[in-house]
């Protein structure tokens, strides 16, 4: 069954086509970065005017990129139609959310048209639990029960799965995301969004333990909480340039040398990392799962990966950094588990 899926819940456009939920054949992004970098974050308006403008020539591209060699093989190239590739397709899969809400309109709108001009079955899917499915892209089929760190920039949960349908959230931040924490402290550095990437690398050459950031503890065992670390991050950047707390977060970075950019990347990552990895450690050992697996963005922070491996020992496979971020491919496999287990096929007309 192929299945292509649709995502533009927040700052990029993609498709993709995945077969039988796990073989790739075809996997389309296209961000808006560069576009959104001048400003310090997503800009929703603009998010919006730019899915608008990438949505059907992305759409376009993963279906013909999906089948060329199939379709070539079987018709006259100058007589080809974009109908030859359309009816490779099995069913359309779109995020419906959480995201920014003009960036989900989009691509919710564009897959029920194409569903009902195409006459393709329409499949609804949840962009946070499609993260997880990530980890069905890539050799080692995940088993159940399985336990699942999902961290991005909207989302810190911990999950364990008893099946694809039977699932329950342990804990969830209660203020910042782990990737949005990232991505401020990023910014109080003086690096460009999305701050994630920039402030693992800075790390490489830090030191750990210049800095004791604090780790939040919360009542319910498997909730996070980022905010505090984030103030203290600030609180000591105002006072290694000297400044008293009112001091403005975006004069700081230029009163930084190198040193001290490296130095408060790595500890604040150790301590945003060890918050993660800390609760992991104590849902493996009260659930005992047969697989554990991260997603999101912030899966694709090698640390963590290192951290996870040398606190939680056995094997993990992760997968490969451009499908821990957002990608559409998450979302046709999410789809073909979901509709194989009878859940979320929607009307085109309403998507409910
Ligand atoms: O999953 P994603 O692409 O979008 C959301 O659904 O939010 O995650 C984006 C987040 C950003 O906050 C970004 O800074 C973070 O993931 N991120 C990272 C890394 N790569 C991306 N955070 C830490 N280390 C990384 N290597
Ligand atoms: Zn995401």
């Known amino acids: 069954m192929n299945i292509l899926g649709i995502e533009s819940s927040c700052d990029e456009t993609a498709a993709s086509v995945v077969k039988d939920g796990r073989q790739l054949l075809s996997n389309v992004v296209e961000s808006q970065i560069d576009i959104h970098a001048k400003y310090g974050g997503v800009v929703p308006e603009i998010a919006s005017r730019s899915h608008l403008e990438a949505i059907l020539p992305v759409v376009n591209q993963a279906v013909e990129s999906a089948f060329t060699d199939a379709v070539v093989a079987k018709s006259d190239l100058s007589a080809l139609s974009s ?17 920014l809400s003009g960036g989900v309109l989009m691509g919710s709108l564009t897959a029920r048209t194409l ?56 804990g969830q931040t209660r203020d910042d995301a782990v990737g949005e924490a990232f ?23 830090g030191n750990p333990n210049k800095y004791r950031f604090p780790k939040a503890k919360m009542s319910d065992r498997y909730d996070f909480s980022f ?29 930084l040398n190198n040193q001290q950019i490296s130095d408060v990347s790595a500890s604040f990552q150790k301590a945003a990392l060890e918050t993660l990895v800390d609760k992991l450690e104590i849902a493996a050992s009260e659930f005992q799962p047969k697989s554990i697996v991260i997603a999101g963005g912030v899966a694709a922070n ?17 997968a490969p950094a451009n499908l821990c971020t957002d990608n559409a491919a998450m979302i046709a496999t999410a789809a073909f588990y979901q509709s194989k287990a009878g859940q979320n096929l929607a009307d085109s007309l309403t998507l409910k």
Not at 129 to 154: D, K, R
Not at 198 to 203: P, Q, T
């Open 83 to 99: 109908r030859d590739y359309w009816q490779n397709i099995d069913a359309i899969a779109v995020t419906y959310g959480p995201g």
């Open 183 to 205: 991505d401020k402290v990023a910014k109080m550095l003086g690096m460009s969004y999305p701050g994630g990437p920039s402030v693992s690398r800075a790390a490489e050459s």
């Open 115 to 170: 569903a009902r001009v195409h006459n393709k079955p329409l499949i609804a899917v949840n962009h946070v639990l499609a993260h997880v499915y990530a980890n069905w892209l890539i050799e080692t089929e995940p088993e159940f029960p399985l336990l699942a760190l999902i961290v991005s920039g909207g989302h810190s949960q911990i999950a364990v799965f008893e099946s694809h349908t039977d699932y329950r959230l342990l």
């Open 302 to 318: 090698s640390s963590l990966r290192n951290m996870i491996h040398e606190r939680l020992g056995g094997h993990i496979e992760y």
């Open 227 to 255: 905010s505090g670390l984030k103030t203290a991050v600030l609180r000591t950047l105002q006072t290694e340039v000297g400044k008293s707390y009112d001091f403005p977060s975006f004069q700081i970075a230029e009163l």
